[in-house]
């Protein structure tokens, strides 16, 4: 469980950027975008970096700044040119790569700082959802300048929103309330409350081989499995990380596993099906490690950012060798 990796670490450092999300392109194989803001996020500007892979290593294909700090980026899943991102001035942006300069379209409703987007995966829904400081919930369409439906429930900063990709209409929320919340968008309203941690949780994600698993990643250092028939009790619980875990991603490839990286600096690799779970620790950087990404091209490839101004792609040893 060392840091070594199967291959290669492609390293990409850009000074004065402290990395919050990193994506991989759903179209193109290697594309990568990466979130990021000076000043780790407190004050000053934002960036929106594009990245390819080459035999050499990571290069910048696109570079657009904005006036506040970037939190996190998803891309269109209907047009591999355009991307969203969302920022510290409560705005979500619309980018489009074909394109040098930007945002198309600003869209600014939050009160305060967005820290959570993405676009839904299921086939016939156009849509975003946005989770800000501000304690609501947005939908919305991209097409749209405004805001369809506003959800409010919360009662402390939303951190992560992601939408169902097995059910339309359904997304799931994480709050400092300390709830995982599930919503549906045709009943405007929550469907679903769990208290998850007795801490703040700052990250969720949908199994994607199981339309009823969540797992949520906290304050608490703990990663819990949810079960939504039955979310009296977790399904699992992963420990071993020391300080709160930042995001958390299940694997495209694999249906028991999943990653999670945190303020520890490291990022873990899990199968929760396991009596060991624990798959691999990578320790590769030196500041609070924000952004997580799994291929949905190569099933051995992850990419991350951190607050040391990298980004890294890389195949962990877990993922190239059979689980």
Same mark, same amino acid.
């Given at each position: 469980?060392?840091?070594?990796?199967?291959?290669?670490?492609?390293?990409?450092?850009?000074?004065?950027?402290?990395?919050?999300a990193a994506e991989f392109s759903p179209y193109l194989p290697g594309?990568?975008?990466?979130?990021?803001?000076?000043?780790?996020?407190?004050?000053?500007?934002?960036?929106?970096?594009?990245?390819?892979?080459?035999?050499?290593?990571?290069?910048?294909?696109?570079?657009?700044?904005?006036?506040?700090?970037?939190?996190?980026?998803? &891309?269109?899943?209907? #047009? +591999?040119?355009? *991307? !969203?991102?969302?920022?510290? /001035?409560? =705005? $979500?942006?619309? %980018? @489009?790569?074909?394109?040098?300069?930007?945002?198309?379209?600003?869209?600014?409703?939050?009160?305060?700082?967005?820290?959570?987007?993405?676009?839904?995966?299921?086939?016939?829904?156009?849509?975003?959802?946005?989770?800000?400081?501000?304690?609501?919930?947005?939908?919305?369409?991209?097409?749209?300048?405004?805001?369809?439906?506003?959800?409010?429930?919360?009662?402390?900063?939303?951190?992560?929103?992601?939408?169902?990709?097995?059910?339309?209409?359904?997304?799931?929320?994480?709050?400092?309330?300390?709830?995982?919340?599930?919503?549906?968008?045709?009943?405007?309203?929550?469907?679903?409350?769990?208290?998850?941690?007795?801490?703040?949780?700052?990250?969720?994600? &949908?199994?994607?081989? #199981? +339309?009823?698993? *969540? !797992?949520?990643?906290?304050? /608490?250092? =703990? $990663?819990?499995? %949810? @079960?939504?028939?039955?979310?009296?009790?977790?399904?699992?619980?992963?420990?071993?990380?020391?300080?709160?875990?930042?995001?958390?991603?299940?694997?495209?490839?694999?249906?028991?596993?999943?990653?999670?990286?945190?303020?520890?600096?490291?990022?873990?690799?899990?199968?929760?099906?396991?009596?060991?779970?624990?798959?691999?620790?990578?320790?590769?950087?030196?500041?609070?490690?924000?952004?997580?990404?799994?291929?949905?091209?190569?099933?051995?490839?992850?990419?991350?950012?951190?607050?040391?101004?990298?980004?890294?792609?890389?195949?962990?040893?877990?993922?190239?060798v059979p689980a």
């Amino acid at each position: 469980m060392s840091a070594a990796h199967g291959g290669s670490v492609r390293t990409l450092r850009v000074p004065g950027r402290h990395g919050y999300a990193a994506e991989f392109s759903p179209y193109l194989p290697g594309r990568l975008a990466c979130a990021a803001a000076q000043h780790y996020g407190i004050a000053g500007c934002g960036t929106l970096l594009i990245l390819d892979q080459d035999e050499s290593g990571l290069r910048i294909f696109r570079s657009f700044d904005w006036n506040d700090g970037l939190f996190d980026v998803t &891309w269109s899943e209907n #047009n +591999e040119h355009v *991307l !969203v991102t969302c920022s510290g /001035d409560g =705005s $979500l942006q619309l %980018w @489009d790569t074909a394109k040098p300069t930007g945002p198309l379209q600003v869209y600014k409703e939050h009160t305060q700082e967005v820290y959570s987007v993405d676009w839904s995966q299921t086939r016939g829904e156009h849509l975003v959802v946005s989770g800000s400081w501000d304690q609501t919930i947005k939908l919305w369409d991209p097409n749209v300048g405004k805001s369809l439906c506003t959800f409010r429930g919360h009662e402390s900063v939303i951190y992560s929103t992601i939408w169902s990709p097995h059910m339309p209409g359904c997304f799931a929320s994480a709050s400092g309330d300390q709830t995982l919340r599930i919503w549906d968008v045709k009943a405007a309203g929550v469907r679903i409350v769990v208290p998850a941690h007795q801490a703040e949780v700052l990250s969720c994600d &949908w199994c994607k081989y #199981n +339309e009823n698993l *969540l !797992v949520t990643g906290a304050v /608490d250092c =703990s $990663l819990r499995g %949810w @079960d939504l028939r039955n979310v009296r009790q977790p399904v699992f619980e992963l420990l071993g990380h020391t300080y709160a875990i930042r995001r958390v991603k299940f694997s495209p490839f694999h249906s028991s596993v999943l990653a999670s990286c945190s303020y520890d600096f490291t990022v873990r690799f899990w199968n929760f099906s396991k009596p060991d779970p624990l798959l691999e620790i990578v320790d590769h950087h030196t500041e609070f490690t924000c952004g997580l990404d799994l291929s949905l091209q190569s099933p051995t490839q992850v990419a991350d950012c951190a607050w040391d101004e990298t980004i890294k792609i890389y195949d962990p040893v877990c993922l190239t060798v059979p689980a």
